[in-house]
T-cell receptor, first 114, second 118 residues
Framework: DGGITQSPKYLFRKEGQNVTLSCEQNLNHDAMYWYRQDPGQGLRLIYYSQIVNDFQKGDIAEGYSVSREKKESFPLTVTSAQKNPTAFYLC?????????????FGSGTQLSVL | AQTVTQSQPEMSVQEAETVTLSCTYDTSESDYYLFWYKQPPSRQMILVIRQEAYKQQNATENRFSVNFQKAAKSFSLKISDSQLGDAAMYFCAYRSAWNNNAGNMLTFGGGTRLMVKP
């Protein structure tokens, strides 16, 4: 079945450690997005990519990095520079021809700090 | 910058009854879009309904309808004949109509958790 797969479902980070969240889609979508969800704050955009080998910062990119080497994959690295990484992270994608709000979402990764 | 506010952190409704979720927003733009998304326990966000600001007619999708008051910058969601499967987090969102990088970005409210009582 076509969809977006995020892994792992739960992730724990130690102080000073970088961790990478995986996002894979087999929908042949051009654009991919990473959102952070905190309680009571809704979703905030971290990074997005509209084509392979290109990506742009969102509203809260500091402390995060991404790559887009393949159309299907858009991994997010939470670096040690992100001082408050505990949150729920959602990946999304959409075809270019569709309106920006017609996003397909994954089931998310809950990141916690040990 | 645009902001979206959902003032009700939690709401509850009896099965088969009607509930209204509130959303207000702030913008200086005249052309934009508003949305309601549903996040069920699976946590995959789903687009529920869409409203264009230039349209006076309120959008409707089956049991879901909106009350769009442009002058008041209010965009509420009404769910009729509530079902157990409607229990979820609901997010209001805004998008500029301008086709630029900012236009690709959605601004979300903080969410309202809806509980449905059997």
């Amino acid at each position: 079945d076509g969809g977006i797969t995020q892994s792992p479902k739960y992730l724990f980070r130690k102080e000073g450690q970088n961790v990478t969240l995986s996002c894979e889609q087999n929908l042949n979508h051009d654009a991919m997005y990473w959102y952070r969800q905190d309680p009571g704050q809704g979703l905030r955009l971290i990074y997005y990519s509209q084509i392979v080998n290109d990506f742009q910062k969102g509203d809260i990119a500091e402390g995060y990095s991404v790559s887009r080497e393949k159309k299907e994959s858009f991994p997010l690295t939470v670096t040690s520079a992100q001082k408050n990484p505990t949150a729920f992270y959602l990946c999304a994608s959409r075809p270019h021809k569709d309106s920006p709000e017609k996003l397909f979402f994954g089931s998310g990764t809950q990141l916690s700090v040990l | 910058a645009q902001t979206v506010t959902q003032s009700q952190p939690e709401m509850s409704v009896q099965e088969a009854e009607t509930v209204t979720l509130s959303c207000t927003y702030d913008t200086s733009e005249s052309d934009y879009y508003l949305f309601w998304y549903k996040q069920p326990p699976s946590r995959q966000m789903i687009l529920v309904i869409r409203q264009e600001a230039y349209k006076q007619q309120n959008a409707t999708e089956n049991r879901f309808s909106v009350n769009f008051q442009k002058a008041a910058k209010s965009f509420s969601l009404k769910i009729s004949d509530s079902q157990l499967g409607d229990a979820a987090m609901y997010f209001c969102a805004y998008r500029s109509a301008w086709n630029n990088n900012a236009g690709n970005m959605l601004t979300f409210g903080g969410g309202t958790r809806l509980m449905v009582k059997p």
